[in-house]
C-alpha cells in the first residue's frame, strides 16, 4: 500500500521561530491534507491541498504531486502552534474506500 | 455551522457493557467513516459508508458494528467491548462530488476497564 512519511518526528521550537515539516508519499493521490492534533486530541482541519500552494495565515503548505512531496510552513510560532502535525493522503477513487492514509506525524513544541 | 459532532466526547466502560458512540454531520456528505487512533499504530479506518445503507469495512473491524439509517448519522457500535478497544475514536465525513475533503469530529475518548 501507500507510504506516507514525515519528518522531522520531532521539533522543538523557540516562540517567533519559523519551521517546515515535510510529507513524503510513495504514490499518486487523490486528496492530501494536513492536520493539526492538539493537546486535547482534537484533528484540527489546516489544509486540503493535493496540489499547489495555499495559506493561511502564519501556516502555508505547498504540494508537488509530480514529486510526491508536500511541504507545510509555520512561521513566527506561538506556544499554541504545540501538538503533533500530521499529513494524510487518499488514493485515487478507482475502488473507494474514503480511506485517508496518515503519516506518523510530527511531534511539535514550542516554548516560550 | 458546518461540523461533524460526537457523543459522547468521553467514556469509560466495562467489559461486555454494549455501546454506541453516535456521529452527525451536518453538510450533507455522502461518505463517512471511523477511525480509532493507538499510540504507536496512528488512525486507522474501521468502517465507512459511501451512502445510505451502504456500508464496508475498514482496515480493523473486527468487534464494531455500525448502521447508515439517514445520511447526516453514522452510529459505532459496540456489542461486547473489550479492553484491547480502549481508544480515541473519530468520525469523519466528505463529499465526492465536492473537494474530497475530509472532515473529523472531536474524537471519543473510551476506555474499556
Known amino acids: 500500500g501507500i507510504q506516507v512519511e514525515q519528518s522531522p518526528p520531532d521539533l522543538i521550537l523557540q516562540e517567533g521561530a519559523n519551521s517546515t515539516l515535510r510529507c513524503n508519499f510513495s504514490?499518486?493521490?487523490?486528496?492530501l491534507q494536513w492536520f493539526h492534533q492538539n493537546p486535547w486530541g482534537q484533528l484540527i482541519n489546516l489544509f486540503y491541498i493535493p496540489s499547489g500552494t495555499k495559506q493561511n495565515g502564519r501556516l502555508s503548505a505547498t504540494t508537488v504531486a509530480t514529486e510526491r512531496y508536500s511541504l507545510l510552513y509555520i512561521s513566527s510560532s506561538q506556544t499554541t502552534d504545540s501538538g503533533v502535525y500530521f499529513c494524510?493522503?487518499?488514493?485515487?477513487?478507482?475502488?473507494?474506500?474514503?480511506?485517508?492514509?496518515f503519516g506518523t506525524g510530527t511531534l511539535l513544541a514550542v516554548q516560550p | 455551522e458546518a461540523q461533524v459532532t460526537q457523543n459522547p466526547r468521553y467514556l469509560i466502560t466495562v467489559t461486555g457493557k454494549k455501546l454506541t458512540v453516535t456521529c452527525s454531520q451536518n453538510m450533507n456528505h455522502e461518505y463517512m467513516s471511523w477511525y480509532r487512533q493507538d499510540p504507536g499504530l496512528g488512525l486507522r479506518q474501521i468502517y465507512y459508508?459511501?451512502?445510505?445503507?451502504?456500508?464496508d469495512k475498514g482496515d480493523v473491524p473486527e468487534g464494531y458494528k455500525v448502521s447508515r439509517k439517514e445520511k447526516r448519522n453514522f452510529p459505532l457500535i459496540l456489542e461486547s467491548p473489550s479492553p484491547n478497544q480502549t481508544s480515541l475514536y473519530f468520525c469523519?465525513?466528505?463529499?465526492?462530488?465536492?473537494?474530497?475533503?475530509?472532515?473529523f469530529g472531536p474524537g471519543t475518548r473510551l476506555t474499556v476497564t
Open positions: 494524510a493522503v487518499e488514493r485515487p477513487r478507482g475502488g473507494a474506500t474514503n480511506k485517508l492514509i
Open positions: 504514490d499518486s493521490v487523490n486528496n
Open positions: 459508508s459511501m451512502n445510505v445503507e451502504v456500508t
Open positions: 469523519a465525513s466528505s463529499s465526492p462530488s465536492g473537494s474530497g475533503e475530509q472532515y
